[in-house]
T-cell receptor, first 111, second 109 residues
Framework: NAGVTQTPKFRILKIGQSMTLQCTQD?????MYWYRQDPGMGLKLIYY???????DKGEVPNGYNVSRSTTEDFPLRLELAAPSQTSVYFC??????????FGPGTRLTVL | DQQVKQNSPSLSVQEGRISILNCDYT??????FLWYKKYPAEGPTFLIS?????DKNEDGRFTVFLNKSAKHLSLHIVPSQPGDSAVYFC????????FGAGTRLTVKP
């Protein structure tokens, strides 16, 4: 039982490049989330999903896209990376929409 | 709009003493509150939670207190241990989770 896994752990992108951050959970949770954490700040919700095929925007969705084709996977797509997207990205899942379980994070730098 | 605030960026306590971490919120619609603990290079780990219908929840050394009239949440750790040294985030939910900026707790042996 691995919980929530995220790949890659680290990535450096050039401005304008695109990439997909992967997130997988093996707890059969319906709810999944993507957050970003900037230095000295709390986590901010980017996108969330309440089940396969259902996604919705969070607090800071601009510049990102998501899809949820299976219960297990919830990838986050960055199109046209910008320096403002330099952050640590956390994926989380939840069985009840309240208590969330987090992955180890992806540290992204855009230069 | 910072709806959840942790005004102390850091706290240092002696091993064996009580650690009290504080959190204030502004949105009276929040109905569920949580504390997470985070070690460097790891994701946040769920610690303890409380529903808005309660004013206290206890789990071993950890107790969370909720004062709805003051819109204030606190986490008590008794006794504190060096392994408790980490960043603690409070979070409040309705309908989505809002996080505070965190308090770095250092427990000295």
């Amino acid at each position: 039982n691995a919980g929530v896994t995220q790949t890659p752990k680290f990535r450096i992108l050039k401005i304008g490049q695109s990439m997909t951050l992967q997130c997988t959970q093996d707890m059969n949770h319906n709810y999944m989330y993507w957050y970003r954490q900037d230095p000295g700040m709390g986590l901010k919700l980017i996108y969330y999903s309440v089940g396969a095929g259902i996604t919705d925007k969070g607090e800071v969705p601009n510049g990102y896209n998501v899809s949820r084709s299976t219960t297990e996977d919830f990838p986050l797509r960055l199109e046209l990376a910008a320096p403002s997207q330099t952050s640590v990205y956390f994926c989380a899942s939840s069985y009840d929409g309240q208590t969330q379980y987090f992955g180890p994070g992806t540290r992204l730098t855009v230069l | 709009d910072q709806q959840v605030k942790q005004n102390s960026p850091s706290l240092s306590v002696q091993e064996g003493r009580i650690s009290i971490l504080n959190c204030d919120y502004t949105n009276s619609m929040f109905d569920y509150f949580l504390w997470y603990k985070k070690y460097p290079a790891e994701g946040p780990t769920f610690l303890i939670s409380i529903s808005s219908i309660k004013d206290k929840n206890e789990d071993g050394r950890f107790t969370v207190f909720l004062n709805k009239s003051a819109k204030h949440l606190s986490l008590h750790i008794v006794p504190s241990q060096p392994g408790d040294s980490a960043v603690y985030f409070c979070a409040a939910s309705f309908p989505h989770m809002r996080f505070g900026a965190g308090t770095r707790l250092t427990v000295k042996p």
